[in-house]
């Protein structure tokens, strides 16, 4: 299936490892251009260079969403080497998860910063040039636990159902403008974090994670795969999606217990 990303310029947020990375690496295949910014320079270099050696056009920018004129040299940037801007990602986030009662108005304040109003200042950076190319998509990175929070997940689960009312919230605005806004609420995928985990307990990997997906209850019985998380995000910012807006999708193994 032709995506029809070729050419199309795409921003994705916390683009250097994980998530994020997958996402440009999908993106670079379908051909489309890719601009990623993160906080840490080292591997945000290291994670350009390995998408430019596959073949892609990439610009990396250094720069914390939690600060307003960091996006908005990120977005300046990007606008400025290729002249458009057609899609965004915002996947910049970390899983920060306690107790209420522990959680400090401090850690509130800067959860709510790096996802929310990252998100939100984000969006609100491309959406000109997102209308001057007649349209595009946004696509919200959030968690499960913005449908289903548990407990001892704050501030984290709360932010994120922020991040998804936000999403619905612009694309009622923006639908008339062509512009498409969905989120993807990840469960539980592979990525370093578990790679760790797994070489703790001196397991490979594949093995550690189809036993914690069985313990969680993950109906799949095994953790997702970034190139899976990364194929559903391709496909919402492509015209094969051009139909669906204000949807919130989990990808997640079956694991969410709300649809």
């Not at 994980?18 to 440009?24: E, H, I, N, R």
């Not at 430019?52 to 914390?64: F, K, M, S, T, Y």
Request: net charge positive; proline share 3%.
């Amino acid at each position: 299936m032709d995506l029809e990303l070729s050419g199309r310029v795409v921003l994705v947020t916390g683009g250097s490892d994980g998530l994020g990375a997958a996402t440009a690496h999908r993106l670079v295949q379908e051909g489309a251009k890719v601009a990623l910014c993160a906080r840490g320079v080292e591997r945000l270099e290291a994670t350009a260079a390995a998408l430019r050696a596959q073949g892609g056009e990439v610009l990396a920018v250094p720069a914390d969403v939690a600060r307003a004129e960091d996006i908005a040299r990120f977005v300046d940037a990007a606008h400025a080497r290729w002249g458009r801007v057609d899609g965004l990602v915002n996947n910049a986030g970390t899983a920060e998860a306690k107790p209420f009662v522990a959680v400090s108005d401090a850690e509130w304040e800067a959860d709510l910063q790096l996802k929310l109003f990252g998100a939100s200042r984000a969006a609100r950076a491309v959406l000109p040039h997102l209308q001057a190319a007649g349209g595009g998509a946004i696509v919200n990175v959030l968690s499960i636990k913005a449908k289903a929070p548990g407990q001892h997940s704050a501030p984290s689960s709360v932010t994120r159902a922020a991040g998804m009312s936000l999403t619905k919230v612009l694309s009622k605005e923006l639908g008339a403008q062509g512009v498409r806004v969905n989120a993807v609420l990840v469960g539980m995928i592979a990525s370093a974090q578990w790679e760790r985990r797994a070489q703790k307990a001196g397991q490979p990997l594949a093995v550690f994670g189809a036993e914690k997906a069985r313990e969680a209850g993950v109906p799949l019985g095994r953790l997702g795969r970034s190139e899976e998380f990364a194929d559903v995000v391709a496909f919402l910012l492509s015209a094969r999606a051009s139909y669906i807006s204000g949807v919130a999708l989990n990808v997640d193994g079956g694991l969410s217990p709300v649809v």
